[in-house]
């Protein structure tokens, strides 16, 4: 409780919206954290795009508020008093973030504005990739490791991987679906039969199938690299154990013992 009053307003953000990724966090230098809080929160601020507007066309207004907002700090401007976008204005600075790397994310949550299914598993893939690789690339910088030098595609493939396929129930809630078409016909499930809870016998084999994407036997060098590979394992373990029944109440809860496994792993693995 007292750790939560002292956070700053980005490290407050993320402890609640994206408590797994605040908990990534504390793997990186004391010293670095701030950054990352607010690289975190411009994430968590995009992704939540398509569940505050009414319509796509205000959806791209927003994104479009973000990019310009973005360009105007790469050019030199100073940063508007926003919560998010001034500290996030610095983390850049300090830490040389690249530009490409905002526009990849922001570009891939376009995709979020529309009701188009990824055609197959490629897309399926490179949506995850779209999504989470650019903001590890920048997290691992900020932490002080060179991305370059780090398997970050693969960890964050992963990471993305496994919470794609956790989050199946509460997006199929929301009228979201983000699963490949065709893998999706080739089990017998529709977008429908997600929103309405309808014909699902095939979707735990289809969640195994979608699971064996995972990359196995990574070694980074980035704590913060490590750490999110095992956490996305512990959450693969859990999948496997309820026999890839994203349904089951089981996947509701966390992992047992999450955080001494994660601590433990992540030192040792």
Known sequence: MAMAHSLSYCGDFVRQSDPDRFLLS????????????????????????????????????????????????????????????????????????PLADFEMLLEAREFDLGDELPGNVEGFLNYADLTTTPLMRMAVQIEGCDPALEPVQAVAMNYALAGLLRV?????????????????????ITPGGLFTGKNLDGLAEMVRFLARERVAGI???????????????LYFRQMERVSYDVLSPRMAIDPAFKVLRLTFFTKFM
Not at 82 to 96: S, W, Y
Not at 219 to 233: C, E, F, M, Q, Y
């Open 168 to 188: 199946i129930p509460h997006w199929a809630g929301h009228g979201r679906c983000v699963l490949p078409e065709d893998v999706m016909a080739a089990y017998g």
């Open 26 to 97: 504390m793997f990186a230098p004391a010293d670095r954290r701030e950054a990352l809080w607010a690289l975190f929160a411009f994430q968590g601020e995009i992704a939540k795009t398509r569940d505050v507007v009414s319509d796509s066309t205000l959806g791209r207004m927003r994104l479009q508020w973000w990019r310009d907002e973005l360009e105007k700090i790469y050019a030199g401007h100073e940063a508007p008093a926003h919560e998010v976008l001034a500290p996030l204005a610095a983390a850049i600075r300090v830490h040389d973030l």
């Open 219 to 233: 070694k980074p060098g980035s704590k913060l690299l490590r750490a999110t590979d095992v956490l996305a394992g």
